[in-house]
């Protein structure tokens, strides 16, 4: 019997339907391959559906999604709405309300493609990024304060040094805190994530990426749970400071396998990974709960200097499609993805415009179609 999955889609806005029509395409001929049939289950939020009605993201959907395993997500934002109403209201609204605390990032450079590193090829470059996604200095909890006097600041923060320019109308400033916060069941589990990935990998080691040294109550935290999580596992840990781990996935990256980072780190060092591996149009992420409902999708935003163009590169979307793959349990179908993607990548003939080709969205999506 032919398994049938059902999987909720969101195209989103800008290049955000192109690239996910090119990642279904891919992903139902992997079903055709490998005996399942993908049937989608469309859902319309993004900039039209929101001018349109007012509605960013309806409590229904949230309560119907809630029955899946996986969504598939292309990208959302445009420039007819202001900037987060879209991303805070869909993006961030699934991510907490489904609680994925887990976002996968694999910096994994694929054959074919360069990296701006000299002398680096794909044997270099292969890191799997889990990178806390609902703690840490992202959870909203800041604020603003107005009118206190210089002096209590001062005194209190020992923030400003003598050259500090105050108004000397109003002899005012004005002050501004985000808080961070780490728990250690936050920290447990996305660190025990990290050492099963490692495991499932064949990889020897874990990185925990902190800032201990000059965060210690929050990051050493942190590191508790990284040591009582490790006892669990037969695979070692080092702890690497955020600015040092920096330099190294530059310097060099072949020393990292399995990284595990809070929230914040885990954002600027996965862009950097973007780099690494060839540019934002290649790299894929994933937003997981591994008991609930997880979210696939490029890492790149809508692109609307490209929308309608038909040129955007599909790969990331088809790559997370893999990513989406494995999570429901066909790995062997997202392995001939991840493989006939790296084909099509590395024959060069059908390339888009930012690797340099002249295809389409399109023809490419059917060039790793065909090589399925
Ligand atoms: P956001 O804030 O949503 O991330 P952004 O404009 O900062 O939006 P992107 O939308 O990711 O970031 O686009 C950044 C640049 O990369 C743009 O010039 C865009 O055209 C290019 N780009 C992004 N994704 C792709 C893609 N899949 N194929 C080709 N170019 C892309």
Redesign the pocket.
């Known amino acids: 019997m032919v398994s049938v999955y059902e999987i909720p889609v969101i195209e989103g806005d800008?290049?955000g339907p192109e690239?996910v029509s090119a990642g279904r395409q891919v992903l139902e001929a992997a079903g055709e391959a490998h005996g399942f049939d993908v049937q989608w289950r469309e859902f319309p939020f993004g900039a039209d559906h929101y001018l349109e009605t007012g509605e960013v993201l309806s409590d229904d959907a949230l309560a119907e999604l809630e029955n899946y395993d996986a969504i598939y997500f292309g990208?959302v934002?445009d420039p007819r709405v202001e900037p987060g109403v879209l991303?805070r209201g869909i993006v961030l609204r699934l991510r907490f309300a489904f609680d994925q605390y887990v976002n996968y990032r694999p910096v994994k450079l694929l054959d074919g493609i360069e990296t701006p590193l000299r002398n680096r090829g794909p044997e270099d470059i292969d890191i799997a990024v889990i990178r806390e996604n609902t703690e840490d200095f992202y959870i909203g909890l800041g604020g603003r304060v107005r009118g206190e006097s210089r002096e209590h600041h001062e005194l209190e923060r020992g923030l400003y040094d003598a050259s500090f320019d105050v108004d000397a109308e109003t002899d005012t400033e004005e002050l501004a805190y985000q808080l961070g916060v780490v728990s250690k069941p936050g920290s447990e589990r996305v660190v025990r994530y990290a050492f099963e990935t490692a495991r499932e990998r064949g990889d020897d080691r874990v990185a925990a990426v902190d800032k201990a040294n000059v965060m210690p109550d929050m990051y050493g935290l942190w590191r508790e749970a990284v040591e009582s999580v490790s006892e669990e596992y037969d695979i070692d840990h080092e702890f690497v400071y955020a600015d040092a781990a920096a330099m190294d996935f530059v310097r060099d990256p072949g020393r990292y396998q399995t990284v595990v980072t809070p929230n914040l780190f885990g954002d600027i060092l996965t862009d950097l990974g973007a780099m690494l591996q060839g540019g934002?149009?290649l790299c894929p992420g994933a937003n997981i709960n591994p008991d609930g409902v997880s979210l696939f999708e490029?890492m790149?935003?809508?692109?609307?200097?490209?929308a309608g163009e038909g040129?955007?590169?599909?790969t990331?979307t088809i790559w997370a499609g893999a990513l989406l793959l494995d999570h429901i349990g066909e790995p062997a179908a997202s392995e001939s993805v991840l493989d006939a993607l790296t084909n099509a990548l590395a024959d060069g003939s059908v390339l888009?415009p930012?690797l340099g080709g002249d295809a389409s969205t399109a023809e490419f999506a059917d060039a790793v179609s065909s090589k399925l």
């Open positions: 800008g290049i690239v990208s934002g991303e934002i149009g490029p790149h935003g809508s692109a609307p200097d490209i040129v955007a590169n599909p990331a888009t930012d």
